[in-house]
């Protein structure tokens, strides 16, 4: 296992999807297993466990799925996080269920993923449940996508299986926004390329998923240009050390930020400059997503949570129209004049459904602007109005600034994800 | 001021870091009482750490909760006492002890004191209106951990629903509540193990002694090395020895183990913690060794 400190270490985001049964937590089993990830007391549990229900092999993803209800089961309910590392990487997995029933939980696992792993069935190929999970991973901008095949066992290890469904996925692959796909043909149960190279199929010369997930580049996936500050919380510790203290906490979402830079707070449109960024008890040069700091302007400017710190000549529109894609996630359906709050950055404020333009066929992509709603685990485009301006970007510009969340105002669930295409 | 980023990097530790500060920022920001559940070992002192630094040079804006299970290890509490002081937060002590006394929890003799400590942590939240507790659960402790959300909401009755977690998207956490009910928040959900020894090294900071190499009078009990307590009569056929031992987690002495190990500085435990074969808590709390469910069934009752 790790021979290099955590402290040096990268990081990786990942999430499964695919359709139920399609081998997603076998895989990750398999995954820890082959990386040497699993301790001898979870396995002992899980060989007892598959004993005990008569399986004849050691069923691998009763390694994640830890629910009663899962196990008793035999399907993912709500994701796991699962955490690996190799010598240069550490890697947070997120295994999400295939039943449509919970998307609203792969869809939760993928939103912050770096890499989707979609897995398909040999035997079956592309289903709608495929689709919709690829057709999500694209709207949620994740930059990498994996396309494992997996089952190859059950085809003999067919080349001809294995290159009509990366045909196929690659032709639906092309009406979406994926920069980067790689397709795998695995065997989740018996290890074929997951970490060990397949001595089953000589016919294909590409990586090793385990290799694959190492080397995927995922630095350059930050925004260093346009920098947002959505300033969380006022740090004011009224002592009499720190008497004249006020900094504003937040996550740096886009940019780089540096003492001396002439930056505009927004929605006030008041200006200053960045007098010193603390990272607790020391001042920083910079600041650059996603690190948590303080920052502290030279000017007495009123600030407060909800407002945001942009640069004067890039800054975000304030807008209370927004243009959006929403991914509904209740059973009761979206509808226009529907009132919702919303949570965008760190403004909360209350939204009115004013249009659904189209929802989406996630099989053919089709946009059916005949629809009145959205019904649960649809996708559209929805017009919304705002009870106050929000800071956003695009979506496909800042995947922090350009996303929000929509709360059930009565029962306090989160019923809508959405990604901004703009505001105006 | 130190060294610029010239590739802008962070490393996973200082990523780990950020996300889990800007989840004590977020809970200050938007809760009416939040409180953290501290209980002195290396999870909830990481915590300590990160609340310190989400809001410096302001003090932690919300108190601490301890339960104590009047089993505790001494070197505990004293590692406890010198963290608030440091901090200068306010510590709440709620007792076992006392809610046995008060009728709020039913001690029958059967019951660890492990489990009485769900009515007393819920008692003390209750009585504290705490809306939301910070826990210093991470996810790769247990499988049941696993599944739960950073925001984790619990119903009137302190209770976690597994099948109706609500979705959470991004960073964007919602922490919408009814009366009546609170949120557990788990701000270290990411961190595994290794990372928070990694961390304690980095940022050299107090964590109790017994989790160093020492020498202590033990007995086996169920597989698993116990120490030598008026609070642990032995039964028969069990016999003290003692050995060189050090703790991987702790909590009632009672029902936590010890290893046989001979690392006594934050290195050798990180050497030891990287080669373990074995889970923390599979090798060390008897809490978890009942069912396969344990712990769910713990969490879904109002556990940490
Ligand atoms: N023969 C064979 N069986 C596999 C393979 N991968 C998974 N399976 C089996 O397929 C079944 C479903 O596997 P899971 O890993 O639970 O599927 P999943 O995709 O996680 O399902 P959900 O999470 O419920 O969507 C199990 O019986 C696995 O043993 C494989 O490569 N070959
Ligand atoms: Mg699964």
Redesign the interface.
């Known amino acids: 296992m790790a021979t290099v400190k955590s402290e040096q270490m990268d990081l990786l985001r990942f999430a499964t999807a695919g359709s139920v049964d399609d081998g997603k937590s076998t895989l990750i089993g398999r995954l820890l297993l082959d990386s040497k990830s699993i301790f001898e007391d979870q396995l002992e549990a899980v060989e007892a466990t598959s004993q005990s229900k008569g399986y004849d092999y050691t069923d691998l993803a009763l390694l994640t799925d830890g629910l009663r209800s899962e196990r008793e089961q035999g399907i993912t309910i709500d994701v796991a996080y699962r955490y690996f590392a190799t010598p240069t990487r550490k890697f947070i997995i997120a295994d999400t269920p295939g039943h449509v029933q919970y998307t609203r939980n792969m869809v939760t696992g993928a939103s912050t993923a770096d890499l989707g792993l979609v897995l398909v069935d040999a035997r079956q190929g592309l289903t709608e449940q495929s689709r919709r999970h690829a057709v999500i991973l694209s709207l949620l901008r994740v930059p990498h996508l994996v396309l494992a095949v997996n089952k190859m066992d059950l085809v003999n290890f067919s080349e001809e299986v294995y290159e009509k469904i990366h045909a196929e996925f690659a032709a639906f692959a092309t009406k979406l926004n994926i920069p980067d796909l790689e397709v795998i043909p695995i065997s989740a149960l018996q290890g074929d390329n997951v970490v060990n190279r397949s001595e089953n199929m000589p016919w294909y010369s590409g990586p090793t998923l385990m290799h694959h997930l190492e080397h995927v580049h995922v630095a350059s996936d930050r925004d260093l240009v346009d920098v947002r500050f959505p300033v969380q919380y006022v740090v004011r510790p009224k002592s009499d050390e720190h008497h004249d203290y006020r900094g504003y906490g937040g996550m740096v979402a886009g940019g780089v930020l540096k003492p001396g830079d002439e930056v505009v707070v927004l929605p006030s449109g008041m200006t200053s400059k960045i007098a010193a960024i603390d990272l607790f008890d020391r001042e920083i040069t910079e600041a650059f997503p996603p690190m948590s700091v303080t920052v502290r302007l030279e000017d007495d400017v009123d600030v407060s949570r909800g407002d945001m710190i942009a640069r004067v000549r890039n800054a975000p529109k304030p807008s209370q129209d927004i243009d959006a894609m929403i991914c509904w996630m209740t059973n009761e359906p979206l509808r226009p004049r529907q009132k919702l709050a919303i949570k965008h950055t760190t403004r909360s404020a209350r939204a009115l459904v004013k249009d659904i333009q189209y929802r989406l066929d996630v099989n053919t992509l089709h946009r059916d602007q005949e629809t009145k709603e959205l019904g649960v685990n649809e996708i559209g485009r929805v017009q919304l109005r705002t009870t106050v301006p929000l800071l956003c970007d695009p979506y496909s510009k800042n995947r922090t600034t350009g996303s929000f969340i929509l709360i059930d105002e009565a029962t306090g669930v989160t019923v809508g994800a959405g990604m901004i295409n703009s505001g105006s | ?5 010239t ?9 780990l ?3 889990s ?2 989840i004590f ?2 809970v ?2 938007e809760f009416e009482k939040p409180v953290l559940m501290f209980s002195g070992g290396k999870d909830s002192i990481v915590m300590m750490r990160l609340a ?8 932690i804006p919300f108190p601490v909760l301890q339960v104590d299970t009047g089993y505790d290890f001494p070197e505990v509490l004293s590692t406890r006492d010198n963290w608030v002081n440091r901090l200068g937060v306010r510590l709440i002590v709620a007792s076992v002890e006392d809610a046995i006394r008060d009728g709020i929890v039913i001690d029958d003799g059967k019951t660890s004191r492990n489990r009485l400590q769900i009515g007393t942590l819920l008692n003390a939240l209750e009585e504290g209106g705490f809306t939301a507790a910070f826990g210093g659960g991470r ?2 402790e ?3 951990r ?2 739960e ?1 950073v925001y984790s909401h619990r119903d009137e009755f302190g209770q976690w629903d ?2 109706m ?8 956490y ?1 922490g ?3 009366e009546g009910e609170h949120m557990r928040i788990f701000p270290i ?2 961190w ?1 193990e ?2 928070i020894w ?1 961390y304690i090294g ?1 940022e050299g900071i107090e964590i109790p002694t017994i989790y160093f190499s020492h020498q202590r009078r033990v007995f086996k009990r169920d597989g698993m090395l116990l120490s030598e307590s008026e609070h642990n009569p032995l039964r028969s056929g069990e016999t003290v020895e003692e050995r060189t031992i050090r703790f991987r987690t702790v909590g009632d002495l009672t029902l936590t183990g010890c290893v046989e190990s001979t690392a006594s500085t934050i290195d050798e435990i ?1 050497d030891e913690v ?6 923390e808590r ?2 060390t709390r008897g809490d978890d060794r009942f069912s ?2 344990a712990m ?1 069934d713990r969490k879904k009752e109002g556990y940490f």
């Open positions: 001021m130190t060294q610029t980023h590739d802008y990097r962070l490393s996973q530790l200082d990523q870091e950020a996300e500060i800007h920022r977020e200050a920001a310190e630094k989400a809001f410096y040079p302001a003090k996810r790769d247990e499988k049941a696993a599944k959300r597994p099948k977690q609500r979705p959470e998207l991004w960073s964007l919602n919408r509540l009814h959900s990411n595994t290794l990372d990694d980095r990180i990287a080669v373990a074969r074995v889970t599979g090798a396969e469910a769910e």
